[in-house]
Nanobody, 129 residues
Framework: QVQLVESGGGLVQAGGSLRLSCAAS????????MGWFRQAPGKARGFVAA????????YYADYVKGRFTISRDNAKNTVYLQMNGLKPEDTAVYYC??????????????????????WGQGTQVTVSS
């Protein structure tokens, strides 16, 4: 089992920044695929960013490219989502997710919610205009 705990959400004005953290515990996740998803009110949960922890290869949704950065700290077993240039439409609950690498059969799998086995409880991000 892998436990994921997100933190760092909050209220920020448009144009501001936040850094979300996802602390992983349980099984070693150094070879896992890690992802961030978000769910806005009344909408389905959608992909934001992902990383293959071992190599550091990253994937981003088009609507966050150039604004958000996913990174990791191996010593702390933590994945981050640095969010800059926040917009009101970024308001959502942000979820961290993890899955063993064998479940990723192609690059496109990183974008797919159902491929991820483990999920955090979510952290609220609210961007005011």
């Amino acid at each position: 089992q892998v436990q994921l705990v997100e933190s760092g959400g909050g209220l920020v004005q448009a144009g501001g920044s936040l850094r979300l953290s996802c602390a992983a515990s349980g099984r070693t996740t150094e070879r896992y695929a890690m992802g961030w998803f978000r769910q806005a009110p009344g909408k389905a949960r959608g992909f934001v960013a992902a990383m293959y922890w071992r190599t550091g290869r990253t994937y981003y949704a088009d609507y966050v490219k150039g604004r958000f950065t996913i990174s990791r700290d191996n010593a702390k077993n933590t994945v981050y989502l640095q969010m800059n240039g926040l917009k009101p439409e970024d308001t959502a609950v942000y979820y961290c997710a993890a899955t063993p690498p064998y479940k990723m059969t192609s690059d496109s799998d990183y974008y797919v919610e159902r491929v991820y086995d483990y999920w955090g409880q979510g952290t609220q991000v609210t961007v005011s205009s």
